[in-house]
């Protein structure tokens, strides 16, 4: 079974981006697991001095994670045209290892719009030397009538994140 480790870049409670994680990992539940991480709040603040030797314990948890998977998903919204704080401090705790190079990954925007944070999280994924396609990545915008739980999913997104997961096996 091939592990995938998402994550999730929402800072919020109820968030659908967590919403549309589990759905996949419900569907895809026969032959993936999928372990959801959405803890970023508990990082520490990047800080260039730390990655020298004294790395915080969870960041290295979380890289090991990444490291170890064999396809990453990262699912988030956009916050003020950007890529979300919690989300882009992890990005950034990643950038002096090279635990997301030629690493299979997916990218998913699910944001009120998203285009900004979509073509964002493509570009620093880009220079960190993720694998992904196109066909990989998916910005869902007007989220909030989209997915309204884990089992409530408006039946076209549902097959595109179907689409994205079966192009993520094709890169893995
Ligand atoms: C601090 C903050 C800033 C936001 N800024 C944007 C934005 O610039 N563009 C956008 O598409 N949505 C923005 N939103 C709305 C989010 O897209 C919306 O809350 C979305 O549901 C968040 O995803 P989540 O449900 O997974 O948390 C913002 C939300 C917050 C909390």
């Known amino acids: ?21 589990k759905f996949l990992a419900k569907h895809f ?6 372990d959801v991480f959405d803890e970023l709040r508990n990082l520490p603040h990047f ?10 314990g ?12 064999d396809a990453v998903i990262i699912s988030s919204p956009e916050y003020i045209f950007s890529i979300p704080a919690g989300l882009k401090n992890l990005l950034e705790w990643c950038v002096a290892t090279t635990v ?3 690493k299979p990954l997916a990218i998913i925007v699910a ?20 694998s992904f396609t196109d066909e990989a990545c998916l910005l869902i915008n007007g989220v909030k009538g989209k997915i309204a739980s884990e089992d409530s999913i408006e039946p076209n997104t549902g097959q595109q994140l179907i689409g ?3 192009h993520l096996r094709n890169l893995i």
């Not at 592990?3 to 800072?11: E, P, Q």
């Not at 944070?117 to 570009?123: A, D, G, R």
Request: no cysteine; hydrophobic share 40%; charged share 25%.
């Open 47 to 56: 800080d260039a001095v730390q990655t020298l030797g004294d790395t915080p």
């Open 29 to 34: 539940s026969g032959d993936l697991h999928f």
């Open 164 to 166: 994205v997961m079966q």
């Open 100 to 102: 997301f190079s030629e």
């Open 58 to 69: 969870i960041v290295q948890q979380v890289r090991k994670k990444i490291e170890n998977a």
């Open 111 to 130: 944001s009120a719009d998203g285009r900004k944070s979509f073509e964002e999280i493509k570009l620093v994924m880009k220079t960190l030397g993720a």
């Open 1 to 21: 079974m091939k592990n995938i480790f998402v994550i999730i870049g929402s800072a919020q409670q109820n968030s659908s981006n967590l919403k549309l994680a």
